[in-house]
């Protein structure tokens, strides 16, 4: 039989005397589902209290994280205001200019057309609004493209302008004009490529628009001769000159002198033969003084 009580003996040191107690059976038990009851409630506040300082821990990352989104946010809203100003102000311009350059519209024009900044909620993935922002660098570089290319023909259509012949090569007054006429030494009917400008002797002669010197020389016929190649087909001719002031291979500017008037080859009084040729072709310099 299992015993109903427990002795216990307490023998204190250095003394004789043996003190006994008994303990009931129950007793033992009850201490001791009251101890594993201490036990269990001392480890679920142990658990609770780690928990909870765990939770506080991720509560203030979390918010440090979110905090560190919103600012993310707030500057990815700004960097897309700016951004879709400057879309507009180069749409405008870029607009202006083309009308002003007679260029069609850009191809994709129905692609530049953008409003204010998008009314964005705090919960908005800023992978969305990062793909806003490349669609609008996309639409700047597509303007910038544009401009280049309006750029490009400007300075194209300034260098036609300055190699296009204007103005009169010298100061005088036109004997002989383009086209058929009678040879003044033959007495034959003879086409006649440019236009004979008279003028004094020593007169200065200036070129027409900008281009290199190609020929410098004395030639049969045309006596000092002078041309020049100013691109875009176009070529110059001065004729009968006194005296040559410029070099094959000099690059030369609209207005700089280059010869001075004179009565050297088939000429029979000082002037200036002028022409103007386009790809080979005379052209009636009449049209360009």
């Not at 002795?7 to 007793?27: A, C, N």
């Not at 203030?60 to 560190?68: F, G, I, P, Y």
């Not at 040879?183 to 008279?198: L, Q």
């Amino acid at each position: 039989m299992s015993a109903r009580k427990f002795t216990v003996l307490i023998i204190p040191e250095g003394s004789h005397q043996v003190r006994r107690f008994r303990i009931h059976r129950k007793l033992v038990r009850g201490m001791l589902g009251t101890a594993l009851v201490l036990l269990l409630a001392v480890s679920v506040l142990v658990y609770d209290y780690a928990q909870s300082h765990f939770d506080q821990d991720e509560f203030a990352r979390l918010k440090s994280v979110n905090l560190d989104q919103r600012l993310e946010l707030a500057s990815l809203t700004s960097q897309l205001q700016i951004l879709q100003q400057d879309i507009q102000l180069l749409a405008q311009n870029d607009a202006k200019v083309r009308v002003m350059a007679e260029l069609t519209p850009m191809a994709s024009e129905t692609m530049t057309g953008v409003g204010g900044a998008p009314e964005l909620q705090p919960t908005a993935a800023i992978s969305d609004l990062q793909q806003e922002i490349e669609k609008v660098r996309l639409q700047i570089d597509l303007h910038r493209q544009s401009q280049e290319e309006v750029q490009g023909f400007l300075n194209d259509q300034r260098s036609l302008l300055a190699a296009k012949p204007e103005g009169w090569p010298t100061k005088g007054w036109m004997t002989s004009g383009f086209g058929m006429r009678k040879s003044p030494f033959t007495g034959r009917r003879k086409m006649h490529e440019g236009v004979d400008i008279a003028a004094r002797t020593g007169t200065p002669v200036y070129a027409t628009a900008d281009g290199i010197v190609s020929q410098a020389e004395t030639t049969p016929g045309y006596g000092k001769l002078v041309v020049i190649e100013h691109g875009y087909g176009y070529k110059t001719y001065y004729a009968h000159n006194s005296k040559l002031l410029v070099k094959v291979g000099q690059r030369i500017k609209r207005g700089e002198k280059i010869s001075a008037v004179g009565n050297t080859g088939s000429s029979t009084g000082s002037h200036v033969h002028y022409e103007v040729r386009r790809n080979g072709v005379p052209l009636n310099p009449r049209k360009y003084l």
